[in-house]
């Protein structure tokens, strides 16, 4: 079982930044694909960023490419989510997910561990 923390959401001003926190539990965090996904309002939930157990390569959703940053820490059982240049379009709940052994796809059944998710809210 991995249990997932999602932190760092809250409210800011279009044009700034915030950088959110996921620490999953285990020993094998370092085999763990992390990723994360996003719901707005009355939305579906949709893929943001994904990276494998390495941190070797990075997948990102068009809509957040060049703006938003994932990497993670394997000795800190933390990956981070860096969202510079927000828009109001980007408010939402965000989520962490894992999967271990997993690759960093953008299909959000792919991953077996979810937080609980933390809000973010960009002001215009």
């Known amino acids: 079982q991995v249990h997932i923390v999602e932190s760092g959401g809250g409210l800011v001003q279009a044009g700034g930044s915030l950088r959110l926190s996921c620490v999953a539990s285990g020993r094998t965090f370092s085999s763990y694909a992390m990723a994360w996904f996003r719901q707005a309002p009355r939305k579906d939930r949709e893929f943001v960023a994904a990276?494998?157990?390495?941190?070797?390569?990075?997948n990102y959703a068009d809509p957040v490419k060049g703006r938003f940053t994932i990497s993670r820490d394997n000795t800190e059982n933390t990956v981070y989510l860096q969202m510079n240049s927000l828009k109001p379009e980007d408010t939402a709940v965000y989520y962490c997910?894992?999967?271990?052994?997993?690759?960093?796809?953008?299909?959000?059944?792919?991953?077996?561990?979810w937080g609980q998710g933390t809000s973010v809210t960009v002001s215009s």
């Open positions: 990276i494998p157990w390495s941190g070797s390569t990075t």
């Open positions: 997910a894992a999967e271990v052994f997993g690759l960093p796809t953008s299909r959000d059944n792919a991953y077996t561990y």
